[in-house]
């Protein structure tokens, strides 16, 4: 689904991909494609979400949290061989509008990344108000910049995403 999207991705497709019978598929997701999509969305959603929350248990600095995040996803796009972006957008956007239950996994993920990333911007010096607008800045800007960098089949997006949140995390830190 990462790959080809929610609609791209055949039950055959899942079930090569897990190695499993028929049977078992219909017998641990009762819900068919659709909720076996719910977890997978759930699962990969859960480990961006650990990452960041580890970054920002970690760093030193908001500019260092930043770029952990910027650089991990820019890791991980680069080993898929440019196949794999964010976990969730390729499945958000072609089902966010049809499915209630994608749309809401979907919105989940995004929000709790976000809340994360507020969450270390705050520990390391951002005010309360500005570690949300913060938040909400770098995770347009990482998304973006991994579609693009996807697209592009370069991780320069990615590269210059890296520069404007080290900037930005620059000049929102508060006074000591």
């Given at each position: ?20 019978p028929r049977g078992s598929l219909y ?150």
């Amino acid at each position: 689904m990462r790959r080809q999207g929610f609609h791209g991705t055949a039950l055959q497709d899942i079930l090569v991909a897990g190695g499993a019978p028929r049977g078992s598929l219909y017998f641990h997701f009762p819900g068919g494609k659709e909720q076996i999509g719910s977890a997978a969305l759930t699962l990969s959603a859960e480990a961006v979400r650990a990452g960041i929350a580890g970054a920002a248990a970690t760093a030193e600095t908001a500019e260092l949290f930043l770029v952990q995040i910027v650089r991990a996803m820019a890791d991980e796009l680069e080993r898929s061989d440019y196949h794999e972006g964010c976990p969730i957008a390729t499945t958000a956007l072609e089902t966010a509008a049809q499915s209630d239950v994608l749309g809401a996994v979907a919105r989940n993920a995004f929000q709790a990344w976000e809340l994360d990333i507020k969450r270390g911007l705050f520990r390391l010096g951002l005010t309360a108000g500005d570690a949300g607008l913060a938040a909400t800045m770098v995770l347009c800007q990482l998304e973006g910049a991994l579609l693009l960098a996807r697209t592009y089949r370069t991780l320069e997006p990615l590269r210059r995403a890296e520069q404007a949140v080290k900037m930005f995390a620059r000049l929102g830190k508060r006074d000591e």
